[in-house]
């Protein structure tokens, strides 16, 4: 009943960026937590940024100053605007929503994720 659909991945060159969005939709009352995370070959999972329903942010060292998220509530929406890529970037990202559908049950939903590539 709901779905947690992320776009946005590629190629890019060093130095350059990149913007994710995940999209959220179905029988959705509200969103609280929504994060994106990544995952390198043969490396754990980890938080790249985090955003509450309020809108406070936080960010690994790795990426702050680099990587910026935001959402939009009204669409369901969040996003990852990421500059400054490096080779370490490199992984397959994924967002992450805490979701209250209309029948007041929590979920926690992981999209599919996309594959960003920072090489030259």
């Known amino acids: 009943q709901v779905q947690v659909v992320e776009s946005g991945g590629g190629l890019v060159q060093p130095g350059g960026s990149l913007r994710l969005s995940c999209a959220a939709s179905?029988?959705?009352?509200?969103?609280?937590?929504m994060g994106w995370y990544r995952q390198a070959p043969g490396k754990q999972r980890e938080l790249v940024a985090g955003?509450?329903?309020?809108?406070?942010?936080n960010y690994p060292d790795s990426v702050e100053g680099r990587f910026t998220i935001s959402r939009d509530n009204a669409k369901n929406t969040v996003y990852l605007q990421m500059n400054s890529l490096k080779p370490e970037d490199t992984a397959v990202y994924y967002c992450?929503?805490?979701?209250?559908?209309?029948?007041?049950?929590?979920?926690?939903?992981w999209g599919q994720g996309t594959q960003v590539t920072v090489s030259s």
């Open positions: 179905g029988s959705i009352s509200s969103i609280n937590f």
């Open positions: 955003i509450t329903k309020s809108g406070r942010t």
């Open positions: 992450n929503a805490d979701i209250t559908q209309r029948n007041l049950r929590r979920t926690n939903y």
